[in-house]
């Protein structure tokens, strides 16, 4: 299946699917969005990325904000900075370099999202892309991701997930959990409240009935 132009989703929703579903139908359903201390962060942390252009050190090329499309997946959007590094043969290997605020997770909301950007250059290009590398502002580190065949099905089924939930048209119920804290959209989706089971009008009338 090959999706059309007006069918492509924003290549970073997958991070927010999986962080979320609630957050992304919020951002990408409803279009809600709102800045919080780590947003802004996030801001600055891309700020050289956001201006585009090209560089260049020994053996590697870089462009920043590159473009990214993939009509099999139905994703669209850019790369902080994809570098293409200068091999032996004198092939250009890319190799795309997503810029993160905190520091590595222990789910796969990241790696997902990067490995998403190397599925687009593999069907911009028509080379295979074998790893990238998440840099964290709060330990200026790298980390380096290998597209194994485990994270590209991973990948693959996630944006499955993405064109389901948008095409469905609902926001789901949130569950109240420690990531809501360090979510800009808290106050707007009130986990703590709309997360709680209110009993159904036929649970209310039994117990009236029940007390009598």
């Known amino acids: 299946m090959m999706y059309s132009e007006d069918d492509l989703l924003a290549?970073?929703?997958?991070q927010h699917l999986l962080y979320c579903e609630r957050q992304c139908a919020l951002?990408?359903?409803?279009?809600?969005?709102?800045?919080?201390?780590?947003?802004?962060?996030?801001?600055?942390?891309?700020?050289?990325?956001?201006?585009g252009g090209a560089g260049?050190?020994?053996g590697i090329r870089m462009e920043y904000a590159m473009p990214l499309r993939s009509l099999r997946l139905g994703l669209i959007g850019k790369a902080d900075v994809v570098e293409f590094h200068c091999l032996e043969d004198g092939e250009w290997q890319p190799f795309p370099v997503e810029?993160?605020?905190?520091k590595a997770k222990k789910d796969n909301c990241d790696k997902v999202q990067l490995c998403?950007?190397?599925?687009?250059l593999e069907e911009m290009l028509g080379v295979e892309v074998v790893a990238g590398a998440l840099f964290y502002g709060k330990t200026r580190r790298r980390q380096e991701v290998l597209f194994d065949p485990n994270l590209r099905r991973e990948t693959e089924a996630t944006a499955g997930r993405l064109h389901a939930l948008i095409a469905a048209g609902r926001t789901p119920m949130p569950k109240f959990g420690p990531k809501?804290?360090?979510c800009s959209l808290v106050d707007i989706c009130m986990p703590e409240k709309m997360g709680k089971k209110h009993p159904s009008v036929a649970q209310y009338l039994?117990?009236?009935?029940?007390?009598r």
């Not at 810029?99 to 905190?102: E, H, I």
């Open 56 to 58: 260049a050190r020994r």
């Open 180 to 182: 809501c804290r360090y």
């Open 27 to 51: 951002i990408h359903i409803e279009q809600v969005w709102a800045e919080n201390r780590f947003t802004a962060e996030g801001n600055i942390l891309h700020e050289r990325a956001d201006q």
């Open 116 to 120: 998403a950007q190397a599925l687009c």
């Open 99 to 102: 810029y993160k605020r905190g």
């Open 11 to 14: 290549l970073s929703a997958l």
């Open 206 to 211: 039994a117990s009236i009935t029940e007390s």
